[in-house]
């Protein structure tokens, strides 16, 4: 059974950063993708970021050139580098791993993820 946890979560001024962890127990297989999806209160939730099984990235169109995803394979950790945050981004973060169609690549389809964490709440505020 795969559990993800996440961490980081704060609140922060906007312009500030933050940095997101998931840590990963479970995934036996080497072959899988990992990605950060956010909901906000009142709207769906939304693909952030992801990163596949090669360390092939793709990000939401909102946060391309502020958002890094990153992750250590070994130590089975996902990192989410928040820079220059807005008020927007203010969301519940979740950590989100597919295994079963990491054929897919690097998936902002929520559909293609099968197992999902808690959530870790950022605030953005001015």
């Known amino acids: 059974q795969v559990q993800l946890v996440e961490s980081g979560g704060d609140s922060v001024q906007a312009g500030g950063s933050l940095r997101l962890s998931c840590t990963a127990s479970?995934?036996?297989?080497?072959?899988?993708?990992m990605a950060w999806f956010r909901q906000a209160p009142g709207k769906e939730r939304e693909g952030v970021a992801s990163?596949?099984?090669?360390?092939?990235?793709k990000y939401a169109d909102s946060v391309k050139g502020r958002f890094t995803i990153s992750k250590d394979n070994a130590k089975k950790i996902l990192d989410l580098q928040m820079n220059s945050l807005y008020l927007d981004d203010t969301a519940m973060y979740y950590c989100?791993?597919?295994?079963?169609?990491?054929?897919?690549?690097?998936?902002?389809?929520?559909?293609?993820?099968?197992?999902w964490g808690q959530g870790t709440q950022v605030t953005v505020s001015s």
């Open positions: 989100a791993a597919n295994r079963y169609r990491w054929y897919r690549g690097a998936t902002l389809s929520q559909s293609d993820f099968d197992s």
């Open positions: 479970g995934l036996i297989s080497s072959r899988y993708s």
């Open positions: 990163i596949d099984a090669d360390g092939i990235t």
